[in-house]
């Protein structure tokens, strides 16, 4: 979610692309089990957790080198100097508000 309102700021777009992030991840569910039926009844599986273990050592390499940074270059990296997400979500964090206090 934070990438997604990091990547929308100041476009008016923030739903759409959340739908779209929770779009691929619905077709990634999807396209995996029947990846994972498929491979599980031909070969077996130890041979499928190998197959899904490698396809999520590559996502993480493409996410490492691929990902931009999406923080806006300057901003204050310290919550709470800007009220963190506490302050957005106050019903939440009520705990912590008590613990900072």
């Known amino acids: 979610m934070l990438v997604a309102a990091d990547v929308a700021r100041g476009t008016g777009r923030f739903n759409v692309i959340l739908g779209l992030?929770?779009?691929a991840q619905g077709l990634g569910a999807n396209a995996s089990n029947v990846l994972v039926g498929f491979l599980a009844a031909r070969f077996g599986f130890a041979a499928t957790f190998d197959v899904l273990a490698g396809l999520a050592a590559l996502a993480l390499a493409v996410f490492l080198v691929a990902m931009p940074e999406t923080r806006p270059v300057g901003a204050d990296t310290n919550a709470?100097?800007?009220g963190g997400w506490c302050s957005a979500y106050g019903a939440f964090c009520s705990w912590k508000r008590v613990a900072l206090a």
């Open 21 to 23: 992030f929770a779009a």
């Open 80 to 82: 709470r100097t800007q």
